[in-house]
């Protein structure tokens, strides 16, 4: 059972830049909107990333960790590329093809998965932030931030950039009790780290290595 994790924030909040301390080989990243990474490091990335993509690369099983750099793109794409459609029946569709995804994440991937949905957010007409969707009719689907146990705010603080943790009652943050405090750096690889620790989940790479340990004992009772 994989873990999603939801990290909100508007555009140039340090979403991306969150992922500056992981090591290439760490993380594989999923780029929907196919940008270039605000950092010089080379990373495992995926350009123009859909759900067959997604879900494919999830499937391999070689990485405990991955990211969905632009989550809601793969909403607002679909949206686009249905634009000419009539009717409402393409909003529910968009919906389920978003919360499908998640569903495969917690139940198809392995118990030492994190998947990070880096995701733009807005502010509705009660002045709450919430999760950005591709408009109302989408929202009447889907509360994406009901399907994520870990919802992380992305801001800037005097200049600084953070993460903070649980509501303030304007925003959906949570997280469970006593894993972060209030607001933390805006260092996805501390984030993943502590998630790993709190649950007792295998670390970043033990993955790989044991796929090469059981593949060499079967060559040697061969």
Known sequence: MGIPVLVLGKSGSGKTASLRNFAPDDIGIFNVASKPLPFKKKMNKYDKADYRLIISKLEENKLNTYVIDDSQYLMAFELFNRAKEAGYGKFTDIAVAFEGL????INYTSKDTIVFFLHHSEVDD????????SGKML????TIEGLFS???MADTENGRYKFITQSDGYTTCKSPMDMFDLKID?????VDDTIRNYWG????????EAIKTNNKKEGEKK
């Open 201 to 208: 989940l295998a670390p970043r790479g033990k993955k790989k």
């Open 102 to 105: 998640i569903d495969y994440i």
């Open 139 to 142: 929202d009447n689907q889907l």
């Open 150 to 152: 870990i919802v992380l």
């Open 126 to 133: 009660a002045g709450n932030t919430k999760a950005k969707t």
């Open 186 to 190: 805006n260092d996805l690889k501390f």
